[in-house]
Every structure is written in C-alpha cells, then in structure tokens.
C-alpha cells in the first residue's frame, strides 16, 4: 500500500513546491510510482511540471467537490516518469463551497484512497496558509514533510505549525506523523543557516533530514522551462541534493 506525504508549512517562500516537484522526479528515477497531488491555488507545482494550469479542464478542484474521481483527474506524465493531479486558481472556489459541505476535511482523503493501490508515493503539495485546503492535505497523509529555510523566524514559524499538527492528530487524523524537517535554500557562508540548523537539529532530534538542499541556481532555473531539475540538470548541485533526500525517504521507509 501506498504512503501519502503532505509537503507543507504555513509559511511561503521556504521551497516547498520545489520540494514537490523534484522529489516527485527524484522518486520516479529512482524507480517509484509516484502521483504529485496539486492543492495550490497557484497551481505553481502544475506548471513546474509542464503542464498549463489554464488548459486543463479537470483538477483536484473536481476531486474535492465530488465532480470527478482521481482516474478522470490524473494526467500522466511518462517524460517525467510520474503522474499529477494538477491544480490551479479553481481551488478558492472549492475552499468556499467546501465550508457549507459535509466531511469537508475528509475530501482529498475519500478521493485518493483508491490511489494507494496504484502509487508507492501521493505527494501532495500544499498551500503556504492553514485552509481547508491544507486541512484536507493533512487528514489525507500519513504523514508531513516540512520545508524550512534556516532563517530568523524559522523556528517559531515550525512551532506554530507542530501545534497545528497536534490538533489535527487529535480531532482527525491521529496516525498523522512527522515524515522529516527539511533544511533548503542552504547557504553554508551563512553563520545564521548554521546557527538555526544547529537549533533544529537540538530540538528535534531524529525528525530532521540528513540531506540539505542547498540555493542552486540550476534549481531556480528549471520551473520556468516547465522541468524537475533532475532532468533540467541531473549533473546540478540542485539535482543530487534531491536525488539524495529521495534515497534517505525510501530508507527511512524501509527501516520502519
């Protein structure tokens, strides 16, 4: 059976469709089934995989709705190696007619269990916000992946955000786990990276990543040509970090 991984933290910018994408890509290389599940209104996951947001007709918009099931929805992706539930600016409707819906929060998770059967991995990334989008996200996984520049308001940004994972164990999802914390946009001249790294590592002990992903500007090239950077640069510093975090993922999974 399938594992479901939401990649989420209510703060933006800390990488985490990046994340999504290429460790989608990195998993697909490395011989695994995988479904990248777009839950952004932005749709920036959808793009980064080649796939114009504006042109598709059905999204995880209709999964969330009721509208259609995740066979009408997926679009396969054989040049990347995977599939994707793509997403787009159709969501913030969802998000509004799902606050009147019964079992609003159990949508995405009803619609992606036959998914389990089919896929070794359902990436699902999330909103930089605590939505009913991101909510559903939550109650669908087995566990989170947590994305976090190691800045100044990091530590209390992962705070917040382990409350809320709490809560959503003990109203929703209580098999809900900590799948890893992982450190990107890494600049070792920084002596603040090192410190906040230094910090996380002592508070969660365990949880963090070995594999750091580091600032590449091969990474920050390649979702404007529509591409993981494993196939826009496979040789790139962006490209192995990845490669490398997919490897740790499918271990760590083993040894449990």
């Known amino acids: 059976m399938g594992k479901i ?5 209510q703060k933006g910018g800390v990488g985490k469709t990046t994340t999504s994408i290429n460790l989608a890509a990195s998993l ?18 959808t793009m980064g995989c080649g796939v114009d947001k504006a042109q598709v007709e059905s999204t995880s918009c209709s999964l969330l709705l009721g ?23 159709d969501l913030t409707a969802a998000e509004v007619e799902l606050m009147q819906a019964m079992q609003r929060e159990k949508r995405l998770a009803m619609a992606l269990a036959a998914c389990r059967e089919r896929y070794e991995y359902v990436l ?26 190691c800045e100044y308001f990091a530590l209390e ?10 809560k959503v164990r003990q109203w929703v999802n209580p098999g809900l786990g900590v799948e890893g914390l992982l450190r990107t946009m890494y600049d070792v001249r920084s002596r603040l990276a ?40 496979k040789s790139s510093r962006g490209s192995q970090a990845y490669l490398a975090l997919a490897s740790e993922i499918v271990r760590r999974n083993e040894q449990r």
């Open 5 to 9: 991984v939401a990649i989420a933290n």
């Open 28 to 45: 697909a290389a490395t011989r695994h089934s995988v479904l990248l599940v777009d839950v952004d209104p932005q749709g920036n996951a």
């Open 67 to 89: 509208e259609a099931d995740a066979d009408a929805v997926i679009r396969n992706l054989p040049e990347l190696g995977f599939d994707v539930i793509p997403g787009n600016s």
């Open 124 to 149: 699902i990334d999330c909103p930089p916000s605590l939505n009913m989008l991101t909510l559903n996200a939550l109650v669908a996984a087995d566990s989170v992946l947590i994305p976090m520049q």
């Open 157 to 166: 940004g992962l705070s917040a955000l382990m409350d809320t994972l709490k």
């Open 194 to 233: 090192r410190e906040v790294s230094d910090q996380l590592l002592a508070h969660f002990p365990g949880q963090v990543f070995r594999t750091v992903i580091p600032r590449n500007i091969r990474l920050a090239e390649a979702p404007s040509h529509g591409l993981p950077v494993v196939h826009y640069d």
